[in-house]
C-alpha cells in the first residue's frame, strides 16, 4: 500500500492537474468505502468541502497556505470546535467541543482540511484500539488484526489512503505503536514542542500531540506549522522551531547512532530485528557510525509508567462526575450515586482498571512505596538517555516487540497487553521525542516500523535519519 504524500500532492494541486475539492471528495468515498473498519467516530462533509473550496481558491490565487488541501483526520481526544469529541468514551458519546486545540487551529490556518475525528482506545488508554466505546478498528492491513492504538483510527486513517495525514496523541507510544502496526510514519515529538490545549488529558507529564503521516517530509512539514509556544498551554516551551521539511534534507552521513541492547534482547520477533539490522547496515554504506550502548534502568519502564500513568489520570478523569457534563446516569436519588452510577456506566473495564490502579499508588500508606518511588526511577531512566547523548546524536531502536496482533489476543491479559509498550514508554517517560518509520514488511505481509529517537528538541535531526531511512525501504 503505497499512496503520494501531501507533498507529492500539492505539486499536482499547483500544476493545476488536481485540487483539494477533488482530494477531499475522493477521500470522502473512500471513507465510505472503508466503513467496515471503523476507522471515524465522525465525519464532518459540509465543513471540509468549505475548507477545500478555500483551499482551491488560495492554488488558483497562487497564494496556497503550507498545507492547503491536505486532507486531516484527527484523534477523537483533540478538539475541533463544533465536533464531536468522545475520546472514545461513553461518559463523553454526545459532547460537542466548542474550540479548536492550538494545534488545530494551525493546521487549519495553513489551509488543512479535517475529514473527521477518528476512532481511539477510551481516553488514550491502550494498544489495540479494542478499548473503545465505539468498537474496535481493523488494520488495514489484515481485518482480523489491530491497527495498534491508541491513536489506532488515526494510523489506520493513513495507511488505507482516507486521509493524507492524522493527528494522534502519544502518552507512552500511541502515535509511535499504531504508526508501526500500520505501516506509516508516526511522530511523538519532545515534551512542550506542539501545544497540548485542547487535548484531552491522560497523563499529564507523558502527554503529546504527533503526526501521522504518509512520508517523513509529510511529518516534518506538519510539525513545523503545529510546534511551539502557546499562551494557553504552560507546559508548552519557547523555543524556535526549525524548518524541518528543509533541515531534514542535508544528510546524515557523520552522525553517531546508538543501538541500545537491552532493546533487541529476548522478546523481540527475530524477523523485526533482521529489517533493523538491514536497514543499519544499509546506514552505515551512507556514511552513520554506530556503536552499542546501554540503558540500565530499561526493565523498570513499563511498571514505572503504568504506576505514573494511572496516578495521573486517576487525577484528570475525576471530572468525569454526570454533572457537570457527560453521561449522567438516570435515576440516582443523591448526588453520590448519581456519580458512582455514572461513572460506574460511562466508564470501560480499562479506564476503571486505570482509575483504581492510580487512586491505590497515590493513597496514604501506598504513596511512597509506588508513586514517589516510581518518580524516582524516572529520574534513573531519563538520567540513561541523558547519558546516551552525552555519545551519540541519535538512537535506533524498534518501536514494537512483534507486528500487529490479532483482535482479541492480548485482551483478557492486561499485563501482555502492557508491554507492548516497551520500546515506546521509557522515551514517554523521558519526554525526549521519537518517531517511527516503515522499514519493511514480515512473512506475513505485516508492516515493520523502526524507531529513531533524539535528545529533547531534536526533531530535526529524526527528520533527517528518518528521510534517508525511508528512502532505503524502497530499495530493500
Ligand atoms: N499503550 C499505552 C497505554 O495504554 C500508551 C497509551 C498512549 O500513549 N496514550 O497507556
Not at 453521561?327 to 452510577?341: I, N, P, Q, S
Request: hydrophobic share 35%; proline share 5%; with cysteine.
Amino acid at each position: 500500500m503505497q499512496y503520494s504524500g501531501y507533498c507529492q500532492i500539492k505539486k499536482e494541486y499547483i500544476r493545476g492537474e488536481n485540487t483539494p475539492s477533488a482530494e477531499t471528495n475522493a477521500s470522502f468515498a473512500r471513507i465510505e468505502a472503508a466503513d467496515d473498519l471503523n476507522i471515524f467516530i465522525s465525519t464532518r462533509e459540509e465543513s471540509a468541502s468549505r475548507e477545500a473550496r478555500a483551499a482551491d481558491q488560495a492554488f488558483s490565487d497562487r497564494n496556497p497556505g503550507r498545507l492547503s488541501g491536505m486532507t486531516i483526520a484527527i484523534k477523537d481526544s483533540i478538539a475541533v470546535a463544533g465536533e464531536k469529541l468522545t475520546c472514545g468514551s461513553r461518559i463523553l458519546k454526545d459532547f460537542i467541543s466548542p474550540y479548536d486545540a492550538t494545534v488545530v487551529s494551525r493546521l487549519r490556518e495553513a489551509g488543512a482540511v479535517i475529514l473527521g475525528k477518528t476512532n481511539q482506545d477510551e481516553f488514550a488508554m491502550g494498544s489495540s484500539n479494542e478499548n473503545s466505546y465505539f468498537g474496535a478498528v481493523h488494520n488495514p492491513w489484515d481485518v482480523e488484526r489491530v491497527p495498534g492504538g491508541s491513536s489506532g483510527g488515526s494510523a489506520a486513517a493513513v495507511a488505507a489512503g482516507l486521509v493524507h495525514a492524522a493527528l494522534g496523541s502519544d502518552t507512552g507510544g500511541s502515535v509511535r505503536q499504531p504508526a508501526a502496526f500500520c505501516g506509516v510514519v508516526g511522530l511523538r515529538p519532545t515534551y512542550g514542542r506542539f501545544s497540548r490545549y485542547g487535548l484531552v488529558a491522560f497523563a499529564s507529564s507523558m502527554d503529546q500531540i504527533g503526526p501521522l503521516a504518509r512520508s517523513v517530509e509529510d511529518a516534518a512539514l506538519i510539525s513545523e506549522v503545529a510546534a511551539g509556544v502557546d499562551p494557553n498551554d504552560s507546559t508548552s516551551i519557547d523555543q524556535p522551531v526549525p524548518e524541518y521539511s528543509k533541515e531534514m534534507k542535508r544528510g546524515v552521513e557523520g552522525m553517531k547512532v546508538g543501538l541500545p541492547k537491552e532493546y533487541f534482547a529476548e522478546g523481540l520477533d527475530p524477523e523485526i530485528r533482521e529489517r533493523i539490522d538491514f536497514t543499519v547496515s544499509e546506514l552505515k554504506k551512507a556514511g552513520v557510525q554506530f556503536c552499542e550502548i546501554s540503558m540500565p534502568h530499561t526493565d523498570y519502564a513499563i511498571a514505572c509508567y503504568y504506576i505514573i500513568c494511572t496516578a495521573e489520570a486517576s487525577s484528570n478523569l475525576a471530572r468525569y462526575d454526570g454533572a457537570r457534563y457527560g453521561y449522567r446516569a438516570e435515576g440516582g436519588e443523591e448526588l453520590l450515586e448519581t456519580y458512582k452510577h455514572s461513572r460506574g456506566e460511562g466508564f470501560g473495564t480499562e479506564v476503571k482498571r486505570r482509575i483504581m490502579l492510580g487512586t491505590y499508588v497515590l493513597s496514604a500508606g501506598y504513596y511512597e512505596a509506588y508513586y514517589q518511588r516510581a518518580q524516582k526511577v524516572r529520574r534513573l531512566i531519563t538520567g540513561d538517555f541523558l547519558d546516551a547523548f552525552e555519545e551519540v546524536d541519535l538512537i535506533i531502536a524498534p518501536v514494537t516487540p512483534t507486528t500487529a496482533f490479532k483482535i482479541g489476543e492480548k485482551m483478557d491479559d492486561p499485563l501482555q497487553m502492557y508491554l507492548s509498550d516497551i520500546y515506546t514508554a521509557p522515551s514517554s517517560i523521558a519526554g525526549i521525542p521519537g518517531i517511527s518509520v516503515p522499514v519493511g514488511i514480515d512473512k506475513r505481509g505485516l508492516p515493520i516500523g523502526m524507531g529513531i529517537m533524539a535528545p529533547h528538541f531534536g526533531e530535526a535531526d529524526i527528520f533527517r535519519m528518518g528521510y534517508v531511512v525511508e528512502k532505503l525501504k524502497v530499495k530493500g
